[in-house]
């Protein structure tokens, strides 16, 4: 065993590495503890094997000598029969010679040593069988240490697995440490160069707001040119009306100026009648046709209330005359569906809110587009002027709201407002923001400080698609797809008034609604291509709408100077009422 254990320890030396040596530690401290534990027993064996045979040794070596002894007993005995069978002579004479008592002394000496024999053949059995129980010890012990020596093979075969397995590790490991080195030398690299392109960034950073500056300093100096311009060509003609004016009026008696001045108040005060009469919303269908290649998402008017505007699907924008429905141009750039659109206040821009996450702004007159307002990260679903027109307020799926300066184009402010934005509105103060989302709540926002001021959770039963701020910014309606408008004070914060319809069925998540210029009637697109209108101040419906659209009506709009309202569905026509 000691040899096995040594044969073991050698193969430590054509092991590599710390691991392999733990091994081979391990092995030889199992192999040296099984032969401490079985040297115990087989000490014992070899002992008790060492009395044996030296017991059966002594008692072969008295046996001979007992046999000996025997042998020459037999041959007195022999002797002694002879002489007692001769005549009495002869036994007088051996009796002289040999003594009287010899005979019974030989006798007892025989049988002393026949008990002897007897003892040593007994004694002899013992150590014989003695002899085979150590035999099959010797067996059992020599099985054992085959099947030792079985495990030892295979425990060498494990090891010679092991340090194999420890030589491809080591490969592997040699390999992986070159790959980091290399790496990491790689990435130092890169990193010096990011360095090196931050500097760079960051110097052209600097010469574009330098030459944006001075683009901006040109641009502020050829407007305030345009405008000095602009003030004389206004004093020259103001100068050549008076001199007109005081010709005229040294030339007509003062009879026909007197009745002018008559005539010309007359419209004035007819104006001023039919304001006191109040607006009523229209009632029948004056023309239909239709407008776009996809689904209306959006009609709007503008201030005056000459033009009309539609968004559609089809990434375009298109104007329309409101009297005649003539169409006027075609506003493109959207990459994807126009969600929502805007006039501004003075009319000469509209807004497009696009599914390409971004909102334009083009210039009414010339058909160009002056800003694309990047920065959200998912579709922009609403987007609505300030009061002054200066700014513009977006609404995104990305949970966001943005404000933009459109002096520069860039966004101001980003607002996280926690789920998705349907619809957006500023109020005409330019700072109370409002907002219609996904999650069925309203919000209401300071632009200023981009703080919620209040929040109504579950303002409808299910996510709002529109929302539409009173002329004087005191209430607020909203659609929601729970089938429900809805009056909001925007003071006290809470619902005034619910308007429903039996028919009345909101068909879009992003159905627009409408509201008259004198914020008391609304208008809401329904889904069997019916459009209802409601009477704000008494809650009841005013109108029902139908036979006009063959299915669900997305958009519609009312004329702030006219009595006449616009609709558009999801089949791209569009409906104009009076």
């Given amino acids: ?97 040999d003594g009287s008592g010899e005979p019974n ?38 099985h054992a240490n085959s099947k030792a020596d079985d495990e030892l093979d295979e425990w060498r075969e494990r090891l010679a ?36 392109s931050e500097e760079k960034a960051k110097i052209l950073a600097e010469e574009n707001q330098a030459v944006v500056e001075k683009y901006m300093e040109r641009v ?43 005539s010309a108040s007359a419209p004035a005060q007819r104006r001023g009648s039919s304001a006191r009469r109040g607006y009523e919303p229209p009632s029948a269908q004056r023309k239909a046709f239709v407008a776009h290649g996809g689904e209306l998402t959006s009609v709007v008017f503008n201030g005056n209330g000459t033009l009309f505007a539609s968004g559609s699907s089809d990434k ?21 569906t126009v969600m929502s659109i805007a006039f501004s ?53 990305d949970r966001t709201l943005k404000l933009w300066d459109l002096q520069r184009g860039h966004c101001v402010r980003t607002i996280f407002c926690f789920s998705s934005c349907n619809a957006v509105a500023l109020g005409r103060d330019g700072v109370t923001l409002a907002s219609g989302h996904f999650d069925s709540s309203l919000r209401f926002w300071s632009s200023e400080r981009g703080e919620s001021v209040k929040e109504l959770p579950n303002a409808h039963k299910g996510q709002i698609t529109s929302i539409v701020l009173t002329p004087d910014g005191q209430q607020l309606l909203s659609c929601g797809r729970d089938d429900t408008l809805r009056l909001f004070d925007t003071r006290s914060y809470t619902c ?55 299915g669900v009506v997305s958009c519609v709009a009312l004329n702030p100077m006219q009595r006449q309202m616009v609709s558009g569905d999801r089949g791209g026509k569009i409906v104009m009422w009076e």
Wanted: glycine fraction near 6%; proline fraction near 2%.
């Fill in 220 to 262: 502020n100096a050829d407007a305030a040119k345009m405008n000095e311009a602009t003030a004389l060509f206004e004093e020259v003609r103001a100068a050549h009306q008076r001199a007109e004016l005081a010709e005229q009026v040294a030339l007509e008696p003062s009879t026909t100026s007197g009745g002018r001045a008559h």
């Fill in 105 to 142: 002394e030989l006798t007892a000496e025989l049988e002393r040593l026949q008990g002897d024999l007897t003892r040593a053949h007994k004694r002899s059995a013992e150590a014989a069988q003695t002899a085979l129980d150590l035999q099959h010890q010797v067996k059992t012990l020599q």
């Fill in 496 to 550: 005034v008034r619910s308007l429903a319809a039996p028919n009345f069925r909101c068909g879009l998540n992003w159905a627009k609604i409408g509201m008259s210029a004198d914020g008391r009637f609304a208008s809401a697109p329904g889904h069997a291509g019916a459009v209802f209108v409601w009477d704000l101040l008494s809650g009841a419906l005013h109108s029902e709408l139908g036979g006009a659209h063959d």
């Fill in 345 to 397: 206040p003075s009319g000469e821009y509209i807004l497009g809110a696009c599914n390409d996450n971004s909102a334009r702004l083009w210039s009414v007159e010339r058909g160009t587009e002056r800003h694309t307002l990047t920065g959200h990260v998912g579709k922009v679903f609403s987007a609505t002027f300030s009061a002054d027109g200066s700014r513009v307020a977006t609404g995104s799926h």
């Fill in 161 to 196: 697995k092991s340090a194999s397995r420890c030589a491809f590790l080591d490969d592997q490991l040699h390999e992986k440490e070159t790959t980091v080195r290399v790496l990491r030398d790689e990435l130092q690299a890169l990193q010096i160069e990011l360095i090196k």
């Fill in 1 to 97: 065993y000691q040899r096995r254990v040594r044969d073991a320890a050698s193969t430590k030396t054509t092991m590599s590495g710390s691991v392999v040596e733990t091994n081979t530690a391990h092995i030889a401290s199992l192999l040296a503890e099984r032969d401490r534990t079985q040297s115990v027993l087989f000490h014992d064996l070899i002992y008790n094997w060492t009395l044996a045979s030296d017991l059966l040794r002594v008692a072969l070596d008295k046996q001979g000598v007992l046999e000996s002894e025997v042998a020459r007993l037999h041959r007195d005995r022999a002797h002694i029969v002879r002489r007692s069978s001769a005549p009495p002579s002869e036994h007088a004479g051996v009796a002289d010679v």
């Fill in 316 to 336: 375009s924008v298109k104007l329309w005359d409101s009297r005649t429905g003539a169409h006027q141009s075609t506003l493109r750039g959207s990459l994807q």
